[in-house]
């Protein structure tokens, strides 16, 4: 894991200029979000302020939006299922429906007491997904809420965590890949059992009597960019980089210390050659 010589950088905060923009006001889980499975395991309390997963033996949990997004910033606090959460999954997503979906990943892959959550990122476009970057964090996700955010533009998809960069994925349709831009998707999020792989790729099995395995939601935005934004020739600034210099610095410093796996750098997995977005330039 990184050196925890860098833990203060993660306190940073990352400015960013969004153009034209409306903001769905932050309301109630019990006005956003259907709780969608695994009955009582899945609760809104607190008013609506605050929403819970839960995972036993018998069955884990989800919920996902009401509305439909279609480009726009997710925001949304979590805190993860504390001690040994080893065999655990809690996805936080934006998904469409249908065999050729789109989808943004954020997954959290649990792990024995001590040691780090891996936070693993993906992208599918038109049904393919395959674009895997893993991270370590530079905090302990247990211990408090933390902030996990999406920017999704048509040519860009920005992970955020804390507002700090990790990933982008830019739209690399000018060289023969699908980007997702067509497909409105919903929020999604669940908490299961996966320790046939999530693990140490299923070696560590999930200890039953741990459970129940609770994670934690709060502060929910969805930030819907206007449909002025869409035409390229009436905003200049929507057709610009989402990452200022500062940005920039942010994500190479996530990058060098706390990625532990890059799709782009597995040349044993893609023995005919890197895919062709992992070949252009990163910002």
Not at 148 to 164: A, E, G, M, R, T
Not at 233 to 254: K, P
Request: charged share 20%; hydrophobic share 35%; aromatic share 16%.
């Amino acid at each position: 894991m990184a050196s925890s010589s860098y833990t203060h950088n993660g306190l940073y905060v990352l400015t960013m200029m969004v153009s034209t923009m409306i903001v769905a006001c932050a309301g109630s889980f019990y006005q956003d979000f259907d709780l969608t499975w695994g009955d009582n395991r899945a609760k809104i309390f607190n008013g609506g302020q605050l929403l819970s997963l839960s995972l036993d033996k018998v069955s884990g949990s989800g919920f996902k939006s009401k509305k439909e997004y279609l480009f726009g910033r997710i925001d949304m606090q979590l805190k993860l299922v504390a001690g040994n959460s080893a065999g655990t999954v809690t996805a936080y997503y934006l998904s469409s429906q249908g065999p050729t979906h789109d989808e943004i990943d954020f997954e959290f892959l649990g792990n024995l007491s001590g040691d780090p959550y891996i936070l693993h990122t993906n992208v599918f476009s038109q049904g393919k997904g395959d674009r895997e970057q893993q991270f370590y964090l530079w905090f302990d996700p247990t211990k408090n809420f933390h902030t996990y955010s999406i920017i999704w533009k048509p040519q860009h998809i920005i992970f955020l965590v804390d507002n700090i960069p990790i990933r982008v994925f830019k739209n690399a349709e000018s060289v023969g890949v699908p980007f997702p831009k067509n497909q409105p998707m919903r929020i999604y999020s669940s908490l299961w059992n996966a320790d046939d792989w999530a693990t140490r790729g299923g070696l560590v099995k999930t200890d039953w009597s741990k459970a129940p395995f609770t994670a934690y939601y709060r502060n929910f935005k969805a930030t819907q960019f206007s449909s002025k934004s869409f035409n390229p020739n009436s905003d200049a600034e929507w057709q610009t980089t989402e990452l200022d210099a500062y940005g920039r610095r942010r994500l190479r410093w996530v990058q060098r210390y706390f990625m532990i796996y890059n799709y782009c750098n597995d040349l044993k997995r893609f023995p005919l050659g890197l895919p062709a977005e992992c070949r252009r330039s990163k910002f």
